[in-house]
């Protein structure tokens, strides 16, 4: 089944084109990140699914069915941070959101507990750090015990340490049956938590898929040695490789997937005279895909090819 498919999703604000005819599928049980820079167009996105802005054109559809309220009721959503009130303990703050979403009473202490705050559920919210806020905030999307989640970038503003607890809170979840539908623009991120990805940019969807899919059609090798022009000249001599380059200290080999034998890599290079003191394997990162999909280079993170 699929929670969610989008076809032909436009909007525009005036003159201003904020999606440009996305289609995409989230299938059930996925992290799926809808990734992108800023202004790319996911919380307009993320709007128009849950029914808090309306399309311009295209359709989309929730549990395979033409949305209603019902199939909303399903999907928990942290779409903006949530007005808790300061000077009120999560229960009390949980028991306020209940009454307003008009669901998931009973479940305080259950969702307190999965996001780890029972320790704490008697305190202040103004006594809380800002990953507490947010775990705080996603509990809240839990009341209900909704089989789908949507978040709009629920790491946003947190230290490396409130990045990490929401990461695996995600990962707890997921595997806790739930389907997981998340805006990001750390790439970082969605690499690390996601299953699947959608990459906005401009309000046009560049690509689509699992992330093993998207990540890695290629293994890169790294190998270095003492001269590394002799080392490209030589290397462009190995069969194999669809690319041979030069990038920062090393001359990078791009193999497709599995095909890499460093061995036998190793064993022509000193066959040609030459001793490599370096030689990895590295996989494809999102942020380099994302780069190269992107067209966007900075830092150097798009090599030059030379064969
Ligand atoms: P961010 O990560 O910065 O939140 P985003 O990827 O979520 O960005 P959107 O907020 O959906 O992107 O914005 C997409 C485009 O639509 C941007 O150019 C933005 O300026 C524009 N936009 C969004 N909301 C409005 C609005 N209410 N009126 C006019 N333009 C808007």
Not at 2 to 14: C, R
Not at 138 to 143: P, T
Not at 150 to 157: H, R, S, Y
Not at 162 to 180: H, P, Y
């Given at each position: 089944m ?13 003159p ?68 808790f ?44 750090s ?19 989640l ?8 947190l230290?490396p340490v ?21 805006a ?29 899919e ?18 490209l ?11 041979v ?5 090393y001359v ?56």
């Open positions: 699929s929670i969610l498919t989008v076809e032909g999703l436009h909007k525009n604000y005036g201003i084109q904020a999606l440009k005819g996305i289609s995409f599928s989230v299938p059930k049980g996925a992290v799926f990140g809808i990734l992108g820079p800023n202004g790319s167009g996911k919380t307009t996105l993320l709007g128009i699914i849950m029914d808090v802005l309306k399309a311009s054109a295209g359709t989309y559809k929730l549990f395979d069915e033409i949305p209603a309220a019902h199939h909303r009721r399903q999907i928990g959503t942290l779409l903006e941070t949530p007005n009130y300061h000077y009120l303990n999560a229960v009390e703050n949980l028991s306020i959101a209940a009454a307003i979403k008009g669901r998931g009473e009973n479940d305080i202490d259950q969702v307190l507990h999965t996001v780890s705050l029972d320790q704490r559920k008697l305190s202040r919210f103004s006594t809380y800002l990953g507490m806020k947010q775990r705080l905030a996603i509990a809240s999307s839990l009341l209900g015990d909704p089989d789908v949507v978040f709009d970038e629920p790491t946003n503003g230290d409130g990045i990490v607890e929401i990461r695996e809170l995600i990962k707890k979840l997921n595997k806790a049956g739930k389907t997981i539908i998340m990001s623009h750390l790439l970082d991120e969605v690499e690390k938590v996601c299953t699947h990805v959608a990459i906005l940019q401009k309000g046009t969807l560049i690509t689509h898929g699992h992330v093993d998207i990540l890695v059609h290629e293994d890169i090798v790294e190998a270095g040695a003492e001269d590394p022009a002799r080392l000249a030589v290397l462009q001599e190995y069969n194999g490789p669809t690319k380059y030069s990038h920062e200290q990078e080999l791009l193999f497709p997937k599995g095909v890499a034998n460093l061995a036998s890599l190793n064993r022509f290079c000193f066959e040609k005279g030459i001793t490599l003191n370096h030689l990895r394997v590295r996989k494809k990162s999102l942020e380099a895909k994302f780069f190269e999909l992107t067209n966007a280079s900075t830092n150097n993170r798009t090599p030059q090819p030379i064969k």
